[in-house]
């Protein structure tokens, strides 16, 4: 369970273990919201963050509490980057949500995001990248 505003606390903290394994992080951090319903609901929603490696870990390895090692499929989706701020993120979702409720588009699962451009890559908030994507 998390909170919107310590999500670049996360993303280091996820950074850090994956620098101390020795893996080569990609560059994408990953949000997977997992509750169902289309809300915004800052304090304590349960998400998982994720980090692409390379290569894929062929030992296995001794994680901290929470952490672990999994293989995501490739899914369809519909997708929307948004460009600026987080704290902007709210409105843009409230925005999407209701287009994909009132366009009845069927979900397979919660909302991904994927963060292209973060605080480690720029020096602007206004310069953050952020895909938000519908999993069909």
């Given at each position: 369970k998390s909170n919107y505003h310590k999500f670049d606390?996360?993303?280091?903290?996820?950074?850090?273990v994956v620098k101390e394994m020795g893996l080569n992080a990609l560059g994408t951090e990953f949000v997977f919201y997992l509750d169902t319903e289309l809300k915004y609901k800052p304090l304590n929603t349960p998400i998982e963050i994720a980090l692409v490696v390379?290569?894929?870990?062929?030992?296995?390895?001794?994680?901290?509490?929470?952490?672990?090692?999994?293989?995501e499929k490739q899914r369809k989706v519909l997708a929307f980057t948004f460009k600026g701020p987080y704290t902007y993120l709210p409105l843009i979702y409230k925005k999407l949500d209701s287009c994909i409720t009132?366009?009845?588009v069927s979900?397979?699962?919660p909302v991904v995001e994927m963060h292209l451009k973060t605080p480690i890559h720029t020096a602007s908030p206004y310069e953050y990248q952020t895909?938000?994507?519908y999993v069909l």
């Open positions: 606390d996360y993303f280091n903290d996820l950074r850090k390379a290569p894929k870990p062929k030992v296995k390895y001794s994680l901290p509490e929470n952490y672990y090692l999994k293989v009132q366009k009845r979900l397979n699962m895909k938000i994507c």
